[in-house]
């Protein structure tokens, strides 16, 4: 059954303005696997586009889950990457849901989608 669904768009040049003004922002969204999975990117693009789509996935789970972020937090989502490429998305504390993510970039943006199934 469908728990939710959520979806979110973020500009890049947004994300781009907040990581060079707050060096902590990084890592307030990404857990520690995803800080090392952007230090593999060397490129800057590519690495505002990898945070910006992972901040528009979790945003779209807190829409998904109906509380927003905050009862859950931001550490409490991991997206890793499956055999194919694709992102996975888990929830600490919530293992019994299946969680599905998908995440797009264009030059401007970062748009993610998620459902929730129960
Ligand atoms: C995967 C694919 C659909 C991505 O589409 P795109 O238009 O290039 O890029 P988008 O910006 O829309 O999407 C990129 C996101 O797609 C997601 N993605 C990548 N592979 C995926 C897959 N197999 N399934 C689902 N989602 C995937 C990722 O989340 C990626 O963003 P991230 O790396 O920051 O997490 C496309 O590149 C494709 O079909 N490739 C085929 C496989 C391929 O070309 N392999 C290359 C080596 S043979």
């Known amino acids: 059954m469908i728990k939710g669904i959520g979806i979110d768009l973020i500009e890049l040049d ?41 901040f528009a996935a979790k945003e779209a789970l807190g829409k998904a889950m109906g509380t927003g972020i905050g009862k859950v937090s931001f550490q409490d989502i991991e997206i890793s990457r499956s055999e194919h490429g694709g992102p996975e998305m888990k929830l600490h504390g919530y293992e019994h849901l299946k969680i599905w993510v998908s995440i797009s970039h264009s030059e401007q943006h970062a748009i993610a989608q998620v459902v929730i199934e129960e």
């Open 14 to 54: 947004r994300i781009n303005q907040i990581i060079k003004r707050n060096d902590r922002f990084v890592q307030r969204i990404l857990t520690e696997k995803e800080r090392g999975q952007l230090a593999a990117y060397k490129n800057e693009s590519r690495q505002i586009e990898f945070v910006a789509g992972r």
